[in-house]
């Protein structure tokens, strides 16, 4: 980086680092015990700390990265300061933890911008620079920054695998890959993710060349018709029925496939994907997920995606292909009437934000759920048309793995979506800075909102003595 821009980005990473240590700080003050999955993080990450390596709480559902990841950071830390006594593994010092996973994900999320924007020479730095930024405050994210929670370790490892996989270091991709798969099972998805990015760029290169192959002998057909369609169905069986390409790609994602392996092999062991208690985390077809990530992009991602000039263009789109719109209109109507599911965490526990979304929306009356299928419909189409300067193998690969880690989960959790969005971000076009400062700007006003009313509007349960408190 020139000297210029290091300062900058320097000068962003350190004073947003500072002001999360000040947060930190009042969040340790306010809540100084575990709050809510802390209850099992805490405790399990603590008996590490003390060398009971095979204890394990049947509670928590997810792999022990995080424990082991911790151990590793403070003990080392403590050697080194002296420290001794309870302040080892305190909860203070493994939320502290997130803190340094938080200013990772900066740095992560700013090389990723680099590397996938490299082309984009109208972009200036202060821009990259800034959007990183706003992407490091990502509400849903950020707030976990201040707790024990899996989510910006889990973040952490899966942009770094992501960011390697793009330099073509394929085996070190592998191997964060399942870091990260340690921190949550769901990660397994983006590892598939990498490996389909290697797998969409030969697929581009080849389909080029059959299109130009086809631009020779002076065959054409209009752009975005059927026959097109068609023939590049054709081409992707052709290309993944060759055993030569199949032998090149294996290849190239080998790394990849070992960890899609070994994976098969945890699940077959293990009985399926959860570890721990099963009875609350049921896979199952929940179709509707999808427009509840829709819905939330465009809400996170309104500056891009919720503007007059969209929903021209969508306008003018759905009187152009009204016959196929109103196709789509029919599958989602009967997606949501066969598979929606209401998790019970959902209705009894008033803590989190989905508990109101769902009671204040979606629970006014049966026909709302059905009435917001226009709104899910011009989210897709919004969200897909950003994604348009990225070839079409990679918008498929994308929105396979969107549906693999979205559309099995019963519970509507915000937390589901981070990783789904990060990726979306990162790829989609960099907006004018007016609407940059935009977003970072929301992003602010809604860490505020969201850390002051966990931090003062509390409430209690009246069969419990603890305090309450509103989180994501």
Same mark, same amino acid.
């Given at each position: 980086?020139?000297r210029a821009?290091?300062?900058?980005?320097s000068?962003?990473?350190s004073?947003a680092f500072?002001?999360?240590?000040l947060?930190?700080?009042?969040v340790s003050?306010r809540?100084?015990?575990?709050?809510?999955?802390e209850?099992?993080?805490?405790?399990?990450?603590?008996?590490?700390?003390?060398g009971?390596f095979?204890?394990?709480?049947p509670?928590?559902?997810?792999?022990?990265?995080?424990?082991l990841?911790?151990?590793g950071?403070?003990?080392?830390?403590?050697w080194?300061?002296?420290?001794?006594?309870?302040?080892?593994?305190s909860?203070?010092?493994?939320r502290?933890?997130?803190?340094?996973f938080n200013?990772?994900n900066?740095?992560l999320?700013?090389l990723?911008l680099?590397?996938?924007?490299?082309?984009?020479?109208?972009?200036?730095?202060?821009q990259?620079?800034l959007?990183?930024?706003?992407?490091?405050?990502?509400p849903?994210?950020?707030?976990f920054?201040?707790l024990?929670?899996?989510?910006p370790?889990?973040?952490f490892?899966?942009?770094?695998s992501y960011?390697?996989?793009?330099?073509g270091?394929?085996?070190?991709?592998?191997?964060?890959?399942?870091?990260?798969?340690?921190?949550r099972?769901?990660?397994?998805?983006w590892?598939v993710?990498c490996a389909?990015?290697?797998?969409?760029e030969k697929l581009?290169e080849a389909w080029?060349?059959?299109?130009q192959k086809?631009?020779?002998e002076?065959?054409s057909?209009?752009?975005?018709?059927?026959s097109?369609?068609?023939?590049?169905?054709?081409?992707l069986?052709?290309?993944?029925?060759?055993p030569?390409?199949?032998?090149t790609?294996?290849?190239?994602?080998?790394p990849?496939?070992?960890?899609v392996?070994?994976?098969?092999?945890f699940?077959?062991i293990?009985?399926?994907?959860?570890?721990?208690?099963?009875?609350?985390?049921?896979?199952c077809?929940?179709?509707p997920q999808?427009?509840?990530?829709l819905?939330?992009?465009?809400f996170?991602?309104f500056?891009?995606?919720?503007t007059?000039?969209?929903?021209?263009? $969508? @306008?003018l789109s759905? !009187?152009?292909? +009204?016959?196929?719109y109103?196709? %789509?209109? *029919?599958?989602?109507?009967f997606l949501i009437w066969?598979?929606?599911y209401?998790?019970?965490?959902?209705?009894?526990?008033?803590r989190?934000?989905?508990?109101?979304?769902w009671?204040?929306?979606?629970?006014r009356?049966?026909?709302?759920?059905?009435l917001?299928?226009?709104?899910?419909?011009?989210a897709g189409?919004?969200?897909?048309?950003?994604l348009?300067?990225?070839s079409i193998f990679?918008?498929?690969?994308?929105?396979v793995c969107?549906?693999?880690?979205?559309?099995p989960?019963?519970?509507?959790?915000?937390?589901?979506?981070i990783?789904?969005?990060l990726?979306?971000?990162?790829n989609?076009p $960099? @907006?004018s800075?007016? !609407?940059?400062? +935009?977003?970072?700007?929301f992003y %602010?006003? *809604?860490?505020a909102?969201?850390?002051?009313v966990f931090?003062?509007?509390?409430?209690?349960?009246?069969?419990?003595?603890?305090?309450?408190r509103?989180?994501?």
């Open positions: 980086m020139e821009v290091a300062y900058g980005f000068g962003a990473m004073g500072l002001l999360s240590c947060l930190f700080a009042a003050r809540q100084r015990g575990p709050y809510m999955d209850a099992f993080h805490v405790p399990q990450a603590q008996a590490y700390c003390q009971r095979l204890q394990w709480d509670m928590i559902t997810t792999l022990p990265g995080l424990y990841v911790s151990v950071v403070v003990k080392p830390a403590a080194l300061l002296g420290w001794t006594g309870s302040v080892v593994c909860v203070g010092m493994l502290f933890i997130n803190l340094l200013a990772g900066f740095y999320l700013y990723l680099l590397k996938i924007h490299q082309k984009n020479k109208a972009v200036s730095d202060f990259r620079i959007s990183a930024l706003t992407l490091a405050t990502f849903t994210l950020y707030f920054t201040f024990y929670y899996t989510d370790g889990s973040v490892f899966t942009l770094f960011l390697m996989c793009l330099y270091n394929h085996k070190t991709s592998a191997l964060l890959g399942f870091c990260g798969f340690m921190f099972q769901t990660n397994i998805v590892t993710f389909g990015n290697v797998v969409a581009n080029k060349i059959e299109l086809k631009k020779d002076k065959i057909s209009r752009k975005g018709s059927f097109d369609l068609t023939r590049m169905l054709q081409f069986v052709e290309y993944l029925m060759s030569k390409n199949l032998v790609l294996t290849a190239l994602t080998w990849y496939i070992i960890l392996s070994v994976f098969i092999v699940v077959f293990n009985g399926g994907i959860v570890v721990g208690d099963r009875s609350s985390h049921e896979a077809l929940h179709f999808l427009f509840y990530f819905s939330f992009t465009v996170f991602s500056p891009h995606l919720l007059l000039t969209k929903i021209r263009k $969508f @306008l759905l !009187r152009k292909h +009204l016959v196929q109103s196709l %789509i209109t *029919v599958i989602c109507l066969k598979f929606t209401v998790h019970k965490y959902l209705l009894a526990d008033n989190h934000y989905t508990f109101y979304v009671r204040k929306v979606f629970q009356h049966e026909l709302v759920k059905y917001l299928v226009p709104f899910y419909i011009f189409w919004s969200f897909a048309d950003m348009k300067s990225k990679w918008i498929l690969m994308y929105f969107l549906l693999a880690v979205t559309v989960q019963k519970l509507l959790e915000f937390r589901y979506f990783l789904p969005f990726i979306y971000r990162l989609i $960099f @907006l800075l007016y !609407r940059q400062l +935009l977003e970072l700007a %602010i006003l *809604v860490n909102v969201t850390l002051y931090l003062n509007r509390t409430f209690q349960w009246e069969n419990s003595d603890e305090v309450q509103f989180m994501w």
